[in-house]
T-cell receptor, first 113, second 119 residues
Framework: SQQGEEDPQALSIQEGENATMNCSYKTSINNLQWYRQNSGRGLVHLILIRSNEREKHSGRLRVTLDTSKKSSSLLITASRAADTASYFCATDAGGQAGTALIFGKGTTLSVSS | GAVVSQHPSRVICKSGTSVKIECRSLDFQATTMFWYRQFPKQSLMLMATSNEGSKATYEQGVEKDKFLINHASLTLSTLTVTSAHPEDSSFYIC???????????????FGEGSRLTVL
């Protein structure tokens, strides 16, 4: 079953612009993670934010978490063509640590130069 | 980061045959691995949780007799698609949790995926 919903489903921007993707989830969580997937490839872990954190940064990535709204956002600043990929949020299944991750539907980001 | 190796990356088979996909943790021991399936332009759907030395736990709607999972060692889990049909054509991805110092970091590392095409 799908845990999260991302929006937008697809996003097209120019190099240098910022890209914001949102994710909503349904159950309580221990943490929320964002992954990136290039076409036809495996997933690359980007960032993990714990349920007691509200914001986290990693390079050009900024993630926020609002547990009261059960939502998270991923901001990529100063985007590059190489950022073109699909981005997924994921949470522990049923909020239980040590279980599988349940993924949202993903946002397909296209950055043109 | 931890490395998960998946093999083969691509496989084409005839309808009715069985295909085995291997997932190995190269530099760590994985007591639990997860198998996902991804159809084109869709998200990853959890198929089953593979536990070393015990039976896999399958998600609702996933046929355990069709998708055989074996986790015989701490570094290897295999998924066998039995009597494959064209509708089984998909991208299969395995993943494993990493424990550091006895603590589950919560992070999953993923294999590169195996694209199965059933003719």
């Amino acid at each position: 079953s799908q845990q999260g919903e991302e929006d937008p489903q697809a996003l097209s921007i120019q190099e240098g612009e910022n890209a914001t993707m949102n994710c909503s989830y349904k159950t309580s969580i221990n943490n929320l993670q964002w992954y990136r997937q290039n076409s036809g490839r495996g997933l690359v872990h980007l960032i993990l934010i714990r349920s007691n954190e509200r914001e986290k940064h990693s390079g050009r990535l900024r993630v926020t978490l609002d547990t009261s709204k059960k939502s998270s956002s991923l901001l990529i600043t100063a985007s590059r063509a190489a950022d073109t990929a699909s981005y997924f949020c994921a949470t522990d299944a049923g909020g239980q640590a040590g279980t599988a991750l349940i993924f949202g539907k993903g946002t397909t980001l296209s950055v043109s130069s | 980061g931890a490395v998960v190796s998946q093999h083969p990356s691509r496989v084409i088979c005839k309808s009715g045959t069985s295909v085995k996909i291997e997932c190995r943790s190269l530099d760590f021991q994985a007591t639990t691995m997860f198998w996902y399936r991804q159809f084109p332009k869709q998200s990853l759907m959890l198929m089953a949780t593979s536990n070393e030395g015990s039976k896999a736990t399958y998600e609702q709607g996933v046929e355990k007799d069709k998708f055989l999972i074996n986790h015989a060692s701490l570094t290897l889990s295999t998924l066998t698609v039995t009597s494959a049909h064209p509708e089984d054509s998909s991208f299969y991805i395995c993943s494993a949790r990493v424990r550091q110092g006895g603590t589950d970091t919560g992070e999953l590392f993923f294999g590169e995926g195996s694209r199965l095409t059933v003719l």
